[in-house]
């Protein structure tokens, strides 16, 4: 009886492949610095746009990395769109620990350089700032870079405890999934003079307490636009706010079409015309660094 057949890796024909071989086995030295605080940092000084993807496992992981975007988020998000859950709400920290090691693992494969953030989900944090360590802390050995948090407030001595104690931290202000009852719906968030007030006051406390960025979603442009000025060391990263922040983030099934249920206002289909996935992600990344998405008149309020 013969021996099974070894596929063979296409990138190196005297090499076994796997019979999966969805990435390689080695890959050549990155093409870019691993991305760090300092370089998102030196991006903003010099006006360059950030480009953030959601990801959720190795592979799509690995592909985004190699079409130039420089953060990926591992968001609960995930509950919808790998779980078919109705919200996020129903995301478990180790569901969340799970992907993050999946995408790091991705990441490693491929020597990728991209900047790592997972979501601290719900009910993770809200206890006490000695939960939202441990919980954070679950990500960080999972392999993130940095964690994000929803909410202004309450989560600003959160956030302080944690940045003093190492672990970088994204914040999240406008509509908020992980409380969207409480908001009433997926609607935009900041349009009355109040509403605008408290998101300003909000988004400098989470500033000083040590943010390193803010994503604001469903937020009108305008106010995002303001917000972007007035936080010089926090960036900004919008999600149906406009063109106006210091950077851009979609869900990465919404941006390549394959989303279940109705498709955002504020996404684009990056998909279409493009021949593979990895070039679509280079368009939303080229089309983020030129300022043509979004098109405020199309994608934002």
């Known amino acids: 009886m013969g021996l099974p057949h070894t596929p063979m890796n296409p990138a190196n024909p005297n090499t076994p492949g796997t019979p999966y071989g969805t990435l390689p086995s080695a890959s050549p030295l990155p093409q870019r610095k691993p991305i760090s605080l300092p370089r998102l940092n030196e991006m903003r000084d010099r006006d360059e746009k950030i480009t953030m993807l959601t990801a959720y496992d190795a592979t799509f992981a690995a592909v985004a990395d190699s079409a130039g975007v420089e953060c990926l988020l591992i968001g609960d998000s995930l509950g919808m769109v790998c779980q078919g859950l109705a919200s996020t709400v129903g995301v478990t920290l180790e569901t969340m620990c799970y992907h993050v ?48 948090l929803e909410g202004g407030g309450w989560t600003t001595e959160t956030v302080q405890f944690l940045v003093d104690r190492g672990i970088p931290v994204c914040a999240h202000l406008g509509l908020t999934p992980q409380t969207v009852h409480a908001l009433g719906g997926y609607r935009v968030q900041g349009r009355s003079e109040a509403e605008a007030h408290r998101m300003k006051t909000e988004a400098l406390a989470l500033q000083h307490a040590g943010a390193s960025m803010v994503v604001l979603e469903m937020v009108p442009a305008a106010l995002s636009s303001e917000l972007t000025a007035q936080l010089t060391h926090c960036h900004t990263i919008g999600i149906g706010s406009g063109n106006g922040t210091a950077g851009q983030v979609l869900v990465m099934h919404d941006m390549l079409g394959i989303g279940l249920g109705k498709t955002p206002k504020f996404v684009r289909n990056f998909m279409e015309g493009q021949p593979s996935v990895k070039s679509a992600m280079a368009a939303y990344v080229a089309a983020v660094k030129n300022s043509s998405f979004p098109d405020n008149a199309l994608h934002a309020w």
């Open 101 to 148: 090691e999946s995408v790091t693992r991705g990441l490693r494969r491929v020597q990728g350089t991209a900047w790592v953030i997972g979501d601290l989900p719900f009910g993770s944090y809200h206890e006490s700032k000695e939960q939202a360590i441990r919980s954070a802390s679950a990500l960080m050995h999972a392999g993130a870079h940095m964690v994000k």
